[in-house]
């Protein structure tokens, strides 16, 4: 009996055994080659994109470290006024606020919030960053300091009649 059993087993579904792993390491197969190759290949397509377009990944960075205010709707208004901004996405729009007085125990947390949120631009893949800015000017050196070797980085100055774009942070970029 047992070597009937071990016959059928050997005769019919072992064959059967033997398709089924082949049908089930294609696509394991495949998904290996799309991992190990393909994040390559869309790698160096990004890569490629990004330096033969410069400006088609923007961003904005809103920076307000004023007691008692929020700048964010006016960036809002003026984001919706000007064509370039208007179409950044709402995920690469940053904000780094504080709801309370500026002190200077708060500085190396601010500073590595800063630096977070370079990070995080960097990741996106953002070549150009739109830079709102309310508080101490300590800190938009701070932020000047973090962006200003990685991405062009354009400053915006609010006085009453709104923002005015005052340019690249550093030229020659």
């Known amino acids: 009996m047992i070597d009937i059993v071990t016959a059928w087993i050997m005769a019919v579904l072992d064959p059967i055994g033997v398709v089924v792993g082949l049908i089930i390491?294609?696509?394991v197969v495949w998904t290996w080659?799309?991992?190990v190759f393909g994040e390559r290949r869309?790698?160096?397509r990004w890569f490629r994109e990004a330096r033969s377009r410069p400006g088609q990944r923007p961003a904005i960075l809103i920076v307000d470290l004023l007691a008692a205010k929020d700048?964010?709707?006016s960036v809002e208004h003026y984001r919706h006024t000007h064509d370039a901004l208007r179409a950044i996405p709402e995920d690469r729009i940053l904000t780094i606020s504080r709801a309370e007085r500026?002190?200077?125990?708060?500085?190396p947390k601010l500073a590595q919030e800063v630096r977070a949120a370079a990070g995080r631009l960097i990741a996106a893949g953002v070549d150009t960053v739109h830079?709102?800015?309310a508080g101490p000017a300590a800190v938009a050196a701070i932020v000047g300091a973090?962006?200003?070797n990685a991405?062009?980085?354009?400053?915006?100055?609010?006085?009453?009649d709104g923002y005015h774009n005052f340019g690249l942070l550093r030229a020659g970029l």
């Open 33 to 35: 080659i799309d991992v």
């Open 71 to 73: 700048i964010r709707p």
């Open 42 to 44: 869309r790698k160096r």
């Open 131 to 133: 830079y709102f800015h």
């Open 151 to 160: 991405q062009r980085v354009m400053v915006y100055q609010h006085d009453p």
């Open 25 to 27: 390491a294609v696509p």
């Open 102 to 107: 500026l002190c200077a125990e708060d500085m």
């Open 146 to 148: 973090e962006l200003g």
